[in-house]
């Protein structure tokens, strides 16, 4: 079952701009992450919220939780072309075996 | 570190024949795999998850006597499509976790895409 919806559904930005991909659970979570999936291939994590943080950045990314809204965004500053592939957010719900509930996706176009 | 690879990468097959996909930890434990299926354009969605030496759970809607999952080792998870029809036709990928290291980090294969005529 999807654990969300992200919006927005596809983003197409030019090199240097940023990017904003929104994600929105259902349940209470540990942790909430983020994955990007280039096109036909595999899943690449990129960072991890967990539920009493509220921000976190890493690089270009900056990711906001907000556990009251049930809510998360992920930044990506100054796109480059290679930033181009699907992203998805998963949660992790509180109390259960660390399965991955995985959101609808953004899927980004970064055009040089 | 932490690589999980799909054995094989693509797969064509005729309706009604089944087809076998192995997921491999190569550099560490995995006591818990996870098998999920994406249809084009779309997420990720959980099949099951086996734990090493036990049966696995299924999602519900997910017909465990079509998605044979194997769990016998440590390093080796298999999912086999049964009696494969061109509605099976996707892309399945695996993903691997130590739980006596971490519980919140999953490391993913490659993919595996299934063509069923």
């Known amino acids: 079952s999807q654990q969300g919806e992200e919006d927005p559904q596809a983003l197409s930005i030019q090199e240097g701009e940023n990017a904003t991909m929104n994600c929105s659970y259902k349940t209470s979570i540990n942790n909430l992450q983020w994955y990007r999936q280039n096109s036909g291939r595999g899943l690449v994590h990129l960072i991890l919220?967990?539920?009493?943080?509220r921000e976190k950045h890493s690089g270009r990314l900056r990711v906001t939780l907000d556990t009251s809204k049930k809510s998360s965004s992920l930044l990506i500053t100054a796109s480059r072309a290679a930033d181009t592939a699907s992203y998805f957010c998963?949660?992790?719900?509180?109390?259960?075996?660390?399965?991955?509930?995985f959101g609808q996706g953004t899927t980004l176009q970064v055009k040089p | 570190g932490a690589v999980v690879s799909q054995h094989p990468s693509w797969v064509i097959c005729k309706s009604g024949t089944s087809v076998k996909i192995e997921c491999r930890s190569l550099?560490?434990?995995?006591?818990?795999m996870f098998w999920y299926r994406q249809f084009p354009k779309q997420s990720l969605m959980l099949m099951a998850t086996s734990n090493e030496g036990s049966k696995a759970t299924y999602e519900q809607g997910v017909e465990k006597d079509k998605f044979l999952i194997n769990h016998a080792s440590l390093t080796l998870s298999t999912l086999t499509v049964t009696s494969a029809h061109p509605e099976d036709s996707s892309f399945y990928i695996c993903?691997?976790?130590?739980?006596?290291?971490?519980?919140?980090?999953?490391?993913f294969g490659p993919g595996t895409r299934l063509l069923v005529l």
């Open positions: 993903s691997a976790r130590d739980n006596r290291v971490n519980l919140e980090t999953q490391y």
């Open positions: 919220i967990r539920s009493n943080e």
């Open positions: 550099d560490f434990q995995a006591t818990t």
């Open positions: 998963a949660t992790v719900s509180s109390g259960n075996t660390g399965k991955l509930i």
